[in-house]
């Protein structure tokens, strides 16, 4: 049975009738067509589908979208602002830690997270951040390395 799910998307009030037993990667791909959000293994250890909910990284492959009622969602989409990327996504081009692309969302929406949290994180702290995010092109030295430079312009500096 259907239901009216009422939540925060990327800032904007959204409302959907839905299934509230359905994972919310598959609501935010298939009905609202955010498809930055990806779908790997299905099973929250890869990071792909990685949101944030309420500022928390989550496994969007998880989580059923009945639990982001009443909370605030941010996907890869959501971190843009007036044309303008984030900085960690910004310092994910710069560093070209991006290869195939598959984890860079769940890696930036992570790491946005911990900077929230800890504006100058210790490369250790980044690392241990990270490391339930999975990327298979071996492009973690240059993931690490944006984190570290995103961190220093968020804090006014470079």
């Given at each position: 049975m259907e239901e009216t799910i009422r939540f925060t998307l990327n800032g904007k009030k959204t409302e959907l009738l839905t299934d509230p037993s359905q994972t919310l990667v598959w609501v935010l791909?298939?009905?609202l067509g955010l498809t930055?959000?990806?779908w790997g293994c299905g099973a929250g250890f890869c990071g792909a589908c990685t949101v944030l909910l309420?500022?928390?990284p989550v496994r969007s492959c998880s989580l059923p979208v009945s639990d982001v009622a009443g909370k605030k969602v941010i996907t890869i989409e959501g971190l843009e602002k007036k044309g303008k990327l984030h900085p960690v996504q910004?310092?994910?081009?710069e560093h070209d830690a991006l290869q195939?692309?598959?984890?860079?969302?769940?890696?930036i929406l992570t790491s946005v997270s911990l900077l929230q949290k800890n504006p100058s994180p210790t490369r250790q702290e980044v690392i241990e951040a990270l490391d339930?995010?999975?990327c298979r092109c071996t492009a973690h030295v240059r993931i690490i390395d944006a984190v570290m430079?995103?961190?220093k312009v968020m804090k006014g500096g470079k």
């Open positions: 791909r298939n009905q930055g959000t990806k309420d500022g928390e910004k310092a994910f081009v195939c692309g598959f984890c860079t969302p769940g890696m339930e995010n999975l430079d995103a961190s």
